[in-house]
């Protein structure tokens, strides 16, 4: 799950984490408020969407010379006119696609004088199960290119959380930084900290673009603040944060995606033309793969689980036939705890019930799979039944070539 920047700030500073002042708006008039309430005179008026290069990102409705979704403002008038043109508004942005995203609340934070930015970010490593953190002086920049062309001014300190955060962690982080003095200290507190909320909470990444060095202070003093931030959150873990749960924004998730959350459905919508149905994550990617192989492109992922009811798959089948861009469905079922008929039962009152349109390919195998078959058959409906993964998926495949 993932929440908004204004969202992720304020669980950060309940962990001490120093940020700049902020209040999110949902209208002009909460945005000109929010800047009230803040010293000034310098605003940063930010676009709230789940998408990363909003300052670089273009409004469709306005000009091509406009300004993006992170704006500085020096003015109330300037923070009223930023929040006319940014409030529902699309904005595009190199990680939405062309489509873009709806801009449907703002963060209107204080403006910060900077002396230097950096990168640093959490996540899980796979590979060793232990916690990444990873540092770069090239803060505020894509940190793909970064790692692209200068490898070497990337580092990662991987924390053992049998272990947990040590102090040589953080003295490894504000080295990678090249930070010396107060800042030094500020940065291993700071490590510390970002570890001790990453596992509070289950995140399953944060991302701090830039972290930033403030210029000294009349008493000659520096700080390090969190500009920017990303947050997701292990789904899984919910359950152990209702209040995490409730930030949830479903707005800024495609409701399909919404729809196959509320039947337990693991669904993620992709680019291509042939719907899948499959039981088992590790079955759904290699469907996926095979139509690749075959010169197709799969529209979606969608693991309808080990237990799922006859209701289940009929709300997993209406949801594939929702996109328009599917032109004909595979269903693969291996039938362990899932049973095929049950399958079928699904199958054919989706159909039924959706008056399906295009050609759908299905192959079972498993757990009561001649009743599965013989329901398919006996229900009156066009459904191509198929041997095995590599035959449906080259089925799937010359049905659409021959409907289209």
Same mark, same amino acid.
């Given at each position: 799950?993932?929440?908004?920047?204004? %969202?992720?700030?304020?669980?950060? /500073?309940?962990?001490?984490?120093?940020?700049?002042?902020?209040?999110?708006?949902?209208?002009?008039?909460?945005?000109?408020?929010?800047?009230?309430?803040?010293?000034?005179?310098?605003?940063?008026? $930010?676009? %709230?969407?789940?998408?990363?290069?909003?300052?670089?990102? $273009?409004? $469709? !409705?306005?000009?091509?010379?406009?300004?993006?979704?992170?704006?500085?403002?020096?003015?109330?008038?300037?923070?009223?006119?930023?929040?006319?043109?940014?409030?529902?508004?699309?904005?595009?942005?190199? %990680?939405?696609? #062309?489509?873009?995203? %709806?801009?449907?609340?703002?963060?209107?934070?204080? +403006?910060?004088?900077?002396?230097?930015?950096?990168?640093?970010?959490?996540?899980?490593?796979?590979?060793?199960?232990?916690?990444?953190?990873?540092? /770069?002086?090239?803060?505020?920049?894509?940190?793909?290119?970064?790692?692209?062309?200068?490898?070497?001014?990337?580092?990662?300190?991987?924390?053992?959380?049998?272990?947990?955060?040590?102090?040589?962690?953080?003295?490894?982080?504000?080295?990678?930084?090249?930070?010396?003095?107060?800042?030094?200290?500020?940065?291993?507190?700071?490590?510390?900290?970002?570890?001790?909320?990453?596992?509070? &909470?289950?995140?399953?990444?944060?991302?701090?673009?830039?972290?930033?060095?403030?210029?000294?202070?009349? /008493?000659?003093?520096?700080?390090?603040?969190?500009?920017?931030?990303? &947050?997701?959150? *292990?789904?899984?873990?919910?359950?152990?944060?209702?209040?995490?749960?409730?930030?949830? =924004?479903?707005?800024?998730?495609?409701?399909?995606?919404?729809?196959?959350?509320?039947?337990?459905?693991?669904?993620?919508?992709? *680019?291509?033309?042939?719907?899948?149905?499959?039981? +088992?994550?590790?079955?759904? &990617?290699?469907?996926?793969?095979?139509?690749?192989?075959?010169?197709?492109?799969?529209?979606?992922?969608?693991?309808?689980?080990?237990?799922?009811?006859?209701?289940?798959?009929?709300?997993?089948?209406?949801?594939?036939?929702?996109?328009?861009?599917?032109?004909?469905?595979?269903?693969?079922?291996?039938?362990?705890?899932?049973?095929?008929?049950?399958?079928?039962?699904?199958?054919?009152?989706?159909?039924?019930?959706?008056?399906?349109?295009?050609?759908?390919?299905?192959?079972?195998? +498993?757990?009561?799979?001649?009743?599965?078959?013989?329901?398919? !058959?006996?229900?009156?409906?066009?459904?191509?039944?198929? =041997? #095995?993964? +590599?035959?449906?998926?080259?089925?799937?495949?010359?049905?659409?070539?021959?409907?289209?």
């Amino acid at each position: 799950m993932n929440i908004h920047e204004y %969202q992720a700030k304020e669980l950060l /500073s309940e962990h001490g984490i120093a940020v700049p002042a902020g209040h999110a708006a949902l209208t002009v008039d909460e945005a000109v408020a929010a800047a009230e309430k803040l010293p000034g005179p310098l605003y940063v008026v $930010k676009a %709230q969407i789940h998408a990363g290069g909003r300052g670089k990102g $273009k409004f $469709k !409705e306005l000009a091509g010379d406009a300004k993006g979704g992170v704006r500085l403002a020096h003015s109330l008038d300037d923070v009223r006119k930023d929040a006319e043109e940014m409030l529902g508004n699309t904005l595009v942005t190199i %990680q939405t696609g #062309d489509e873009g995203k %709806q801009v449907n609340r703002l963060y209107v934070t204080d +403006g910060v004088d900077i002396a230097e930015e950096y990168y640093l970010s959490m996540l899980v490593d796979r590979a060793s199960g232990e916690v990444a953190m990873i540092v /770069s002086t090239e803060g505020g920049m894509d940190i793909e290119e970064v790692a692209h062309h200068t490898p070497e001014k990337i580092a990662t300190i991987t924390i053992d959380p049998a272990q947990g955060f040590m102090p040589h962690h953080g003295r490894a982080v504000a080295f990678a930084l090249k930070l010396e003095g107060d800042l030094n200290k500020q940065a291993q507190k700071l490590a510390k900290q970002l570890y001790s909320a990453f596992m509070a &909470m289950d995140c399953e990444m944060l991302e701090i673009n830039p972290l930033v060095e403030t210029k000294p202070d009349d /008493s000659g003093n520096a700080k390090l603040l969190v500009l920017d931030t990303k &947050m997701s959150f *292990d789904g899984n873990a919910l359950f152990r944060h209702k209040d995490i749960e409730e930030l949830r =924004d479903e707005t800024e998730e495609d409701p399909a995606e919404v729809e196959a959350s509320e039947y337990d459905l693991a669904y993620i919508k992709l *680019d291509g033309n042939i719907g899948c149905m499959v039981n +088992g994550a590790g079955l759904a &990617m290699a469907t996926m793969d095979i139509i690749k192989l075959n010169g197709a492109f799969p529209a979606n992922f969608l693991d309808v689980g080990g237990g799922a009811t006859t209701e289940k798959v009929t709300a997993a089948f209406k949801i594939i036939l929702k996109d328009p861009a599917v032109e004909g469905i595979l269903v693969n079922i291996f039938g362990g705890i899932m049973k095929c008929d049950v399958i079928a039962n699904g199958i054919v009152q989706a159909a039924k019930d959706v008056n399906l349109s295009v050609p759908l390919v299905v192959r079972l195998e +498993g757990t009561n799979v001649e009743q599965g078959k013989e329901i398919l !058959e006996n229900s009156g409906l066009p459904i191509v039944s198929a =041997d #095995d993964l +590599g035959d449906a998926a080259k089925k799937i495949v010359a049905e659409v070539k021959k409907a289209a």
